[in-house]
């Protein structure tokens, strides 16, 4: 008898023993994906890349900020960074993107582990001067988010090869303003190593919240 008791309470603790650490296992923050060309819709990018598939990092660029300063690529090597695509005359989705980049701007402010690149579709119209204009419209502060204008072609082609947020076919004709390019709400997280870790609606205040934890995450993981 007592050796049943033994055998059926050894069961029990081995038991709730087995669901405390599968519980942990299952709550533990999982590493964030490294987001490569195969690993997204082919219409998103370049014929050129989906060859390559794996390895993929974003490219250098060199444009201007809403202070006139030159801002290249290196601003954000070995750092993490969010970027997004937007004009400041939209009055649909980008009033929405630009409230909701500014919670991250609050939460990360003087962070100097995290920068923000706001780059135009509509360099003709957004000029260093408007672009200042609306950086000061949402407090921000140039050192961390960077509003960037510049030749409309480079724009375009970081985009479509880098972060993969422009049709390769939309890209056939820069000046539409009015297409379905210049609306994309996707906000793009890029990681010390400049390669992609997630793409989030930056409409959504539950997806940028999402957002602001996996920044999180990584400046934790040091990636």
Not at 81 to 101: G, L, R
Not at 117 to 140: C, E, I, R
Not at 199 to 217: H, N, P
Request: one cysteine or more; hydrophobic letters at 35%; glycine letters at 6%.
């Amino acid at each position: 008898m007592n050796r049943v008791i033994f055998l059926a309470t050894f069961i029990f603790v081995g038991i709730g023993f087995t669901y405390y650490f599968v519980s942990l296992d299952a709550n533990k923050e999982k590493p964030l994906p490294i987001i490569n060309p195969v690993d997204l819709n082919s219409e998103m990018v370049d014929p050129e890349l989906l060859r390559v598939g794996y390895g993929h990092t974003v490219g250098d660029f060199t444009f201007l900020n809403q202070d006139g300063k030159t801002i290249t690529s290196d601003e954000v090597k070995g750092k993490i960074h969010v970027a997004e695509y937007f004009f400041t005359t939209c009055k649909s989705i980008c009033p929405k993107m630009n409230q909701q980049m500014q919670r991250i701007h609050s939460q990360f402010r003087r962070n100097d582990d995290l920068k923000i690149l706001s780059f135009t579709v509509d360099p003709d119209v957004d000029t260093v001067d408007q672009m200042k204009w609306y950086a000061n419209s949402h407090g921000a502060d140039s050192k961390q988010w960077h509003f960037l204008t510049g030749d409309k072609e480079e724009l375009y082609q970081l985009a479509r090869r880098s972060y993969f947020v422009l049709k390769p076919a939309e890209a056939q004709n820069l000046g539409d303003a009015g297409s379905d390019f210049i609306h994309t709400n996707n906000f793009v997280l890029v990681d010390r190593k400049s390669r992609i870790r997630g793409y989030y609606d930056g409409t959504s205040e539950e997806e940028v919240s999402k957002l602001i934890l996996d920044i999180k995450l990584l400046m934790e993981e040091g990636a």
